[in-house]
């Protein structure tokens, strides 16, 4: 089938056009990254994690109490899915909670973080020593 030379013109023409050069390239690249965060979603196995010896022994894993707004507390260890999907367990001090997040400093990246309540799977209370 043969194109019509005006479709052919307006094709040249934009091909010449930095803009719209600029606005495919970024469609494209967004695209193929949405593409690519699929198929690996796909692909991937969930990563074993390993609990720490004292979760598995105190048998705190999984605990399904979710957290309250207005809650604090001192030391706490959650097990926490991020955006991709990835598990980790991350150890937080000086928490509080507001019902739908969780924030506080993070010993493991030591610095502040935030957590959304409803992908902590587990959590433990760590005792302070003094």
């Known amino acids: 089938m043969a194109l019509p030379v005006k479709a ?3 094709a040249a023409k934009i091909a010449q056009d930095e803009r719209a050069q600029k606005a495919a390239a970024t469609l494209f690249s967004a695209g193929s ?7 690996t979603k796909k692909e991937t196995v ?18 399904k ?3 309250r707004g207005g809650q604090t507390g001192d030391l706490i260890r959650v097990r926490y899915e991020d955006e991709d999907g990835l598990v980790a ?3 937080i001090g000086n928490w509080t909670s507001d019902g739908r997040t969780m924030s ?9 973080c935030e ?6 799977e587990a959590w433990e209370d760590v005792p302070l020593r003094r």
Not at 50 to 57: E, R
Not at 104 to 112: D, I, Q, S, T, V
Not at 115 to 120: C, D, G, M, S, T
């Open 8 to 10: 052919l013109l307006i």
């Open 33 to 39: 990254a949405a593409f690519r965060k699929r198929v």
């Open 46 to 63: 969930d990563p074993l994690v390993i609990a720490p010896d004292s979760l598995m022994k105190s048998g705190t894993i999984p605990r």
């Open 65 to 67: 109490r979710k957290f």
């Open 89 to 91: 367990i991350r150890t």
């Open 104 to 112: 506080g400093y993070c010993l493991n990246r030591k610095g502040p």
């Open 115 to 120: 957590l959304a309540v409803a992908r902590i």
